[in-house]
């Protein structure tokens, strides 16, 4: 199976901008996380999506958004981005019918803000 | 869901040495998971380990776990330099996000 593929690899935006992130899951995996790592504060949880419901959320302003399409991929979005929101974005994705818990990582995003 | 404090911050050894981090958690939990991560890339799943469990191997890899404590250890055995890299623990209960402490920071030099 093809692993956890997110798009773009790299990215560079400007203060004020918008920006769209994408995450397609193993094939068959109906769960996608999205974390939210930087050096200061390390790894931080920012919303688990399962069947295009979001199930679980962290503590992100709410210019962080998500989704989950019909056919499991998932998209985030930022919106008035700030200097802060420089950081790799990973997403995750899990089969929890299987009732195996390890998560999928991708190999992130990594998102700059001028 | 809850988070897990992994100590210490960093660790250095040399290769061939066994290097030891440890994960506390505050609250009763389903299983508990270590995950990987090399430098910059996503993390990598290790192990998950069972409330029900005390003990698991996998390869150079022993996991332990004491409920009564709310800790855990993930000791690897006669380290590589490629085992250079950041080591998050995940408590999870059922139904909850994983959420992963700052980790612990292994730098195996030859």
């Known amino acids: 199976k093809a692993g956890v593929t997110q798009t773009p690899r790299y990215l560079i935006k400007t203060r004020g901008q918008q920006v769209t992130l994408s995450c397609s899951p193993i094939s068959g995996h109906r769960s996608v996380s999205w974390y939210q790592q930087t050096p200061g504060q390390g790894l931080q949880f920012l919303f688990e999506y399962f069947s295009e419901t979001q199930r679980n959320k962290g503590n992100f302003p709410g210019r962080f958004s998500g989704r989950q399409f019909s056919n499991s991929r998932s998209e985030m979005n930022v919106s008035t981005l700030e200097l802060g929101d420089s950081a790799l974005y990973l997403c995750?994705?899990?089969?929890?019918?299987?009732?195996?818990?390890?998560?999928?990582f991708g190999p992130g995003t990594r998102l700059t803000v001028l | 869901s809850q988070q897990g404090e992994e100590d210490p911050q960093a660790l250095s050894i040399q290769e061939g040495e066994n290097a030891t981090m440890n994960c506390s958690y505050k609250t009763s939990i389903n299983n508990l998971q270590w995950y990987r991560q090399n430098s910059g890339r996503g993390l990598v799943h290790l192990i998950l380990?069972?409330?029900?469990?005390r003990e698991k191997h996998s390869g150079r890899l022993r996991v332990t776990l004491d409920t009564s404590k709310k800790s855990s250890s993930l000791l690897i055995t006669a380290s590589r330099a490629a085992d250079t890299a950041s080591y998050f623990c995940?408590?999870?209960?059922?139904?909850?996000?994983?959420?992963f402490g700052k980790g612990t920071t292994l730098s195996v030099s030859s």
């Open positions: 995940a408590p999870n209960q059922a139904g909850t996000a994983l959420i």
């Open positions: 380990i069972r409330s029900n469990e």
């Open positions: 995750a994705s899990l089969d929890p019918g299987q009732g195996r818990n390890e998560q999928f």
